[in-house]
């Protein structure tokens, strides 16, 4: 049996780099792996909006012959995933998230720390994107410095992609109700928040308020096929030792 499965990725290291090793392993997987919409051009549409990486996954899953498949996302990836699953969970045969950005709704979004990424998103260019990978992770973590030599090319476009992806996160709404319609299984690493030296969002911004939701069900058994996640890894995690192998498997109940 074959499992079809979309891997979306955060705001700031493309796909390939973020499930690239990851990928090699899934032997049984038709796997599309996509970097986010607000990429796709050279620099963000005008009207850039969570419905438009809600149109790019279906036409994504579209091109890939996939009329149902499991959805993995990280970070902005597993807000883009939630958002899905709200509105076209039927497509879906299940979901995980790994650390994701937002969960959309009104109670998650009063206590995001707005102030904070405003100020980071109104500095130059390279001093915004450093500014918003601080505030990505716990006050502790010391990030390492950035490699000798040139950035790579696709660094180019972050700046105004992460403006345009966090301006679209603070308008787009989910209600509670529609995540209670979600029926497929729905998997997120057990770690409530993040560990001492783990590099991972800051706790409760996003872990805590959505799990209060139907849709996060730790241990929920079902006949459809579920996620099984691996060791949770965060923003600056080796994949080849951050993450264990991910699997469809309708026979494994996820660790809690």
Do not use: N
Request: charged share 20%.
């Amino acid at each position: 049996m074959r499992y079809p499965a979309v891997f979306l990725p955060g705001i700031i290291a493309p796909a390939a780099i973020r499930y690239g090793p990851l990928v090699e392993r899934l032997s049984d997987v038709d796997v599309v792996v996509r970097d986010l919409a607000v990429y796709d051009g050279d620099e963000p549409p005008p009207d850039f909006s969570i419905d438009t990486e809600l149109v790019a996954l279906d036409h994504a899953a579209d091109e890939a012959g996939f009329d149902a498949f499991h959805l993995c996302g990280h970070s902005g990836g597993g807000a883009v995933a939630l958002a899905y699953a709200a509105s076209r969970g039927g497509r879906l045969r299940s979901v995980a998230v790994d650390e994701p950005a937002s969960d959309f709704t009104e109670a998650g979004d009063a206590v995001y720390g707005w102030p904070e990424f405003d100020a980071a998103l109104l500095l130059p260019p390279a001093e915004s994107t450093a500014a918003f990978m601080r505030l990505q992770v716990a006050d502790d973590v010391i990030l390492p410095p950035p490699p000798a030599g040139d950035p790579p090319a696709w660094m180019a476009k972050r700046p105004a992609g992460i403006r345009a992806y966090v301006g679209a996160l603070r308008r787009h709404r989910v209600e509670p109700s529609e995540y209670a319609a979600f029926a497929a299984p729905v998997r997120q690493p057990a770690r409530a928040s993040p560990q001492p030296g783990i590099v991972g969002h800051r706790p409760g911004i996003t872990q805590h308020p959505w799990r209060r939701h139907r849709l996060w069900r730790p241990g929920r058994q079902d006949s459809a096929a579920t996620l099984r996640p691996g060791r949770p890894a965060g923003h600056a995690a080796d994949p080849t030792t951050g993450h264990r192998t991910w699997r469809p498997d309708s026979a494994h109940r996820p660790p809690h």
